[in-house]
């Protein structure tokens, strides 16, 4: 629960101004935690959920209009099978006994990635919470699910094309904003604030076209340790930085 102390640092962060419309965030270090403990994976990735929680929770109070999670990736099912099947039962399992509290907090629920390769359970779960959640006006959570950046991309140039091709479009008048419309995020705003947990200093084929003006946050902490706290310091930092978009200071001031 917030504390006073916590409670004071909202307000600070909410009569400063200037907050992030969209965070994303890559979720990284569940199995370092666990391994680090001498535990099996998914214990690290049950903990995680706890972070996730939390930090839901916080970016609705801040008044954060899009969450975006990089839960899981397109090279995810690359890992152990046991892993993989442990992953997706503890994603129904969370939707399952979360559902309630997302409906009583406003959140809405989102995806995006490859959602028809996941197994039927999960896309059933995931489907209903989608349902249940639409008219929710608070936090957006959006959810990368079997999500890769550069299938993304593949798969808007397709739809471009084959909308030229159709007769449909005509290609001299292709811009960002066409691009835009074919992403899985149509309609979102591009994220302000990315954070990397874990101390890692690269984007992992996460929102590759989206982050192109995104204020990049890394901390050391692994993702079971990423708490309520940690998510304001971020947001202080973001608050703290002057973006230009190409400009110069005195155009911006």
């Not at 916590?6 to 990284?28: C, K, Q």
């Not at 390769?117 to 079997?146: D, K, Q, V, W, Y």
């Not at 007769?167 to 066409?178: F, H, M, N, R």
């Amino acid at each position: 629960m917030p504390t006073a102390e916590m409670n004071e640092i909202v307000s600070r962060i909410t009569e400063r101004g200037g907050l992030p419309r969209h965070i994303a965030i890559i979720m990284d270090g569940n199995g370092r935690w666990a391994k680090t403990r001498g535990l099996p994976r998914v214990a690290g990735h049950r903990e995680g959920v706890k972070s996730v929680r939390e930090i839901v929770e916080a970016c609705g109070e801040l008044g954060i209009k899009v969450l975006t999670l990089y839960t899981f990736s397109t090279e995810n099912w690359r890992r152990p099978r046991d892993e993989v099947s442990a992953l997706m039962k503890l994603l129904v399992g969370t939707l399952r006994r979360e559902i309630e509290d997302l409906m009583k907090n406003n959140v809405r629920l989102t995806a995006i990635g490859q959602i028809d390769s996941l197994p039927a359970a999960a896309r059933t779960e995931f489907f209903e919470g989608i349902e249940m959640t639409r008219m929710n006006t608070g936090l957006n959570l959006n959810l990368a699910l079997s999500y890769g950046s550069r299938e993304e991309i593949v798969q808007c140039i397709r739809q471009i094309a084959e909308r030229v091709h159709s007769g449909e479009l005509d290609p001299d008048t292709i811009d960002s904003g066409t691009v835009e419309s074919h992403l899985y995020t149509a309609g979102m705003p591009d994220p302000d604030l990315l954070i990397r947990t874990s101390g890692e200093f690269r984007i992992s084929n996460f929102l590759l076209w989206q982050l192109a003006y995104t204020e990049i946050y890394i901390t050391d902490e692994l993702w079971p340790d990423f708490r309520r706290m940690q998510l304001y310091k971020a947001v202080e930092n973001y608050q703290s930085r002057e973006r230009r978009f190409g400009r110069v200071s005195e155009q911006v001031r």
